[in-house]
């Protein structure tokens, strides 16, 4: 009963350095999700997938990159990072036929100094 | 664009008290209307949902009634407990972006004291 696994959960990281947020899903769904949690903005979505092979900006995809590596694993990439990106990210993924019906991840804190 | 609001926060009340988290939305066409809740240091998870116009989703003594006269889906319960104390999200999912993705309020932090 894994569900969505996120790796790390914490993290701090030294501005201009680089780093890959990873996501795994075990419930065969398709679409997959990383959104960005910052007070007073709630979640604003980065990137998404909706199957594997495909992937597509969502409201504040600058500064990231994201890879689906199967369908199971969607990967988040920091490629230099920035304080702005000091924030609560989280991944999700849901059934096709049911897009409102979102599994989330336990969520990575990361702070870049 | 599709767009959530909800009342900020934070909303602190006694236990046993009744509580109203008011959302309103924007969106064209007919959306469906989520809470999500967060706990501290978790994720977020579904509370409950309404597909369509005066449908009344529940669930752990929640409820909220999709409005579409008044766009709104305001969230209630009638005596809260300290172990509801989180953060409450309203959303949709809507057509915006040609994805039926959910599109989120701020969130609102509940605080439940003895």
């Known amino acids: 009963n894994a569900g969505v696994t996120q790796t790390p959960k914490f993290q701090v990281l030294k501005t201009g350095q680089s780093m890959t947020l990873q996501c795994a899903q075990d419930?065969?769904?398709?679409?997959m999700y990383w959104y960005r949690q910052d007070p007073g903005m709630g979640l604003r979505l980065i990137y998404y997938?909706?199957?594997?092979?495909?992937?597509d900006k969502g409201e504040v995809p600058n500064g990231y990159n994201v890879s689906r590596l199967n369908k199971r694993e969607f990967s988040l990439r920091l490629e230099s990072a920035a304080p702005s990106q000091t924030s609560v990210y989280f991944c999700?993924?849901?059934?096709?036929?049911?897009?409102?019906?979102?599994?989330f991840g336990q969520g990575t804190r990361l702070t870049v100094v | 664009g599709d767009s959530v609001t909800q009342m900020e926060g934070p909303v602190t009340l006694s236990e046993e008290a009744f509580l109203t988290i008011n959302c309103t939305y924007t969106?064209?066409?007919?959306?469906?209307l989520f809470w999500y809740v967060q706990y501290p240091g978790e994720g977020l998870q579904l509370l409950l949902k309404?597909?369509?116009?005066?449908d009344k989703g529940s669930n752990k003594g929640f409820e909220a009634t999709y409005r579409k006269e008044t766009t709104s889906f305001h969230l209630e319960k009638g005596s809260v407990q300290v172990s509801d104390s989180a953060v409450y999200f309203c959303?949709?999912?809507?057509?915006?972006?040609?994805?039926?993705?959910?599109?989120f309020g701020t969130g609102t932090q509940l605080k439940v004291e003895l």
């Open positions: 999700a993924s849901t059934k096709d036929r049911d897009k409102g019906l979102a599994f």
């Open positions: 419930m065969n769904h398709n679409s």
């Open positions: 997938s909706a199957s594997e092979g495909t992937t």
């Open positions: 969106a064209t066409g007919y959306p469906s």
């Open positions: 309404a597909t369509k116009a005066d």
């Open positions: 959303a949709l999912t809507g057509l915006t972006g040609g994805g039926n993705k959910l599109t």
